[in-house]
């Protein structure tokens, strides 16, 4: 078991500020996703914590222990790395053993890490077998494999899916996630797919620029994103913003919007612009719905089981999540309580 806690860290590379001012605590026996867009710091992140990369400024704490100086391999962490880096003369066996045998461990003890990693990982017939003659899939598990022999206290994952094809990661999501159960230590996964940060993480840490925009749980993040980025950057597809501007405002709790007037219980609209945000799941074509309209259809996109329909409402272009059988043609609306409301800074408005 272990806690891993951020204090004030800061990295640039020259005049290029990657991480500013990061702050976290991560708990014990917990799966904790860093995600962002490309360029966000949160490989550096990663690499900080394994004594790849200095940190500027600032304190790495693993259960209270400063890291920051120590050497890598005394930091009781294991990575598992997007190109897998496997040595391709080795063959499974020797690629999983050679951190043991670097660190003079016992033979007998070697050989029970090594098959008790491989019993986990369901590639005990692979131990023979070189890199070159596995799968994308294999070789991950191999490298997986290589950190579980380790038994290090935090695991750091690099996008370690993102060389495979979609049906394969699916299958490798589940699989670490399964993994996370079997042997609860804690682990650290890096990632820009926002599949990968809901389906697998206790905690997701959205970093944007080099800041955390919010951290929470998968259903806190998705049901209460704190701001306009993070709203958008969780959900398929994304979250419809609509600009609403001053002009629109009725009254205290009231906008016009698409031919409507919208009312918000709890939230009192002074004379400025604001940001609708709906999810496109959140359209549907119930008789129920508070708000109506006559869509045009741009596109629709078929994908088996649903339609993602582009459409145009007034000057607003907006995308909706549809069953398969129904006609697009139909009224389309939406409820209040499903409008998400953002300031003019992109920043929540809550009730």
Known sequence: ????????????????????DFNLLGNDNEFLVLVGPSGCGKSTLLRMIAGLEKIDEGEIYINDQKINDLHPSKRQ???????????????VYENMSFGLKIEKRPKEEIEQKVMHAAKI??????LERKPKQLSGGQRQRVAIGRAITRNPKIFLFDEPLSNLDAALRAEMRVEISKLHKKIKTNMIYVTHDQVEAMTLADRIVILNLGNIEQ??????????????????????????????????????????????KVKI??????????YFGIRPEHFSFSEDNEYKFNPKVDLIENLGNEKIAYI???QFEISAK??????????????????????????????
């Not at 078991?1 to 500013?20: E, P, V, Y």
């Not at 962490?77 to 063959?91: D, S």
């Open 77 to 91: 962490t294991a990575m598992v790395f997007q190109t897998y880096a496997l040595y391709p003369h080795m063959n």
């Open 312 to 314: 145009k409402i007034d």
């Open 265 to 274: 219980n709890g939230i009192n609209f002074s004379k400025k612009d604001y």
């Open 121 to 126: 990982l369901q590639i005990e017939e692979l």
């Open 1 to 20: 078991m272990a806690n891993i806690k951020f204090n004030n860290i800061h990295k640039s590379f020259g005049s290029n500020k990657i991480i500013t």
């Open 215 to 260: 951290v929470g749980t998968p259903d806190e993040i998705y049901r209460d994103p704190s701001n306009i980025f993070v709203a958008q950057f969780i959900g398929t597809p994304k979250m419809n913003i609509l600009k609403v501007t001053s002009d629109n405002v009725v009254s205290g709790n009231e906008i016009n919007f698409l031919g409507n």
């Open 322 to 351: 549809i069953p398969s059988h129904q006609n697009i043609e139909n009224i389309i609306g939406f409820n209040s309580k499903d409008i998400f409301v953002f300031d003019e800074n992109g920043k929540r408005v809550k009730s």
